[in-house]
């Protein structure tokens, strides 16, 4: 890809650059490549690492729109007013049973993964745009792909962010900025590690433990090393034509595989077993049948 007005050094915002992260090691491998990099978190004190290496480090917090626009002025006076890559990497988890999900917390939630990407888009395009080959870079995940049972909720801030980008790759083509959904499979991260319990009055609590086993004690079990991924996300995102979906990390070729040639349904059986379902339905029977 050709550099922006900074000269040849080409410059990349990433959104979510917190330490242990997956934006935090996609700062470090584009700084390992030669980019001028602006790494942003909610919380600036977390990217003081980064600062030390060199990078340019600030607060940004993709919810707040008077962040994001603050976040595009600073950047503009930064570069000159142009931006050569963006990186939507903010997000939020949200691992519970459809039925028990608090609606403010889901809220929340798209505030960060979908509502955030779209202020984002909205206030640094004209910055993508002026550099001439802009690129813009979706974190999706196989959630959005996948039927992962309590993650309903994610799952699908997750798969509307990967229709989002790509109608948004057609729009921006006129403009020679170009969309990359990057789906995620498992990858070493801190959006994982809040454990959320099945409460008694939950129509899950038969298997509170099961749950707590599987979909939050196994989540980061054999996932890829963060830097692996890093690597292999900066190495598409440079090309000089990027794909329209890069799909990484661990599963996400069984993902591809399930998704393009089995259909929907490919997954409910495994899922079902996997995450308890047809434990619970067991259960479910058998109570029915006492009574």
Known sequence: ??????????????????????????????????????????????????????????????????????????????????????????????????????????????????????????????????????????????????????????????????????????ELAPFNVQVITIVTGGVKSNISRERRLIQPTSLYAPIADIFAERRVGRSQVGAMPTADYAREVVAQTLKHHVKAWFWTGKFSWICWFGATFAGSRAFDRAFSREFGLSALKSILWKQKKQN
Do not use: W
Not at 35 to 47: E, F, G, K, Q
Not at 54 to 67: A, H, K, N, Q
Not at 98 to 103: F, G, P, Q
Not at 149 to 165: I, M, Q, R, T
């Open 1 to 170: 890809m050709s550099a922006s007005n900074t000269g040849n050094r080409k410059t990349v915002l990433i959104t979510g650059c917190s330490p242990g992260g997956i934006g935090h090691h996609l700062a470090k491998e584009y700084h390992s490549k030669g980019l001028r990099v602006i790494a942003t978190a909610r919380n600036p004190a977390a990217l003081e690492d980064l600062a030390a290496l060199g990078l340019e480090t600030f607060e940004l917090d993709v919810s707040r729109i008077d962040s994001v626009h603050a976040g595009r002025d600073r950047v503009a006076s930064i570069t000159g007013g142009t931006l050569d890559i963006l990186v939507n990497n903010a997000g939020k988890g949200l691992s519970l049973p459809a039925t028990d999900c608090d609606i403010d917390e889901v809220k929340e939630m798209f505030e960060v993964n979908l509502f955030g990407v779209m202020r984002m888009v909205q206030e640094f395009s004209s910055l993508l745009i002026a550099s001439g080959d802009g690129r813009i870079v979706n974190i999706g995940s196989i959630a959005g792909v996948m039927p992962y049972p309590f993650g309903s909720a994610y799952n699908a801030s997750k798969a509307a962010l990967h229709s989002y980008g790509d109608t948004l790759r057609l």
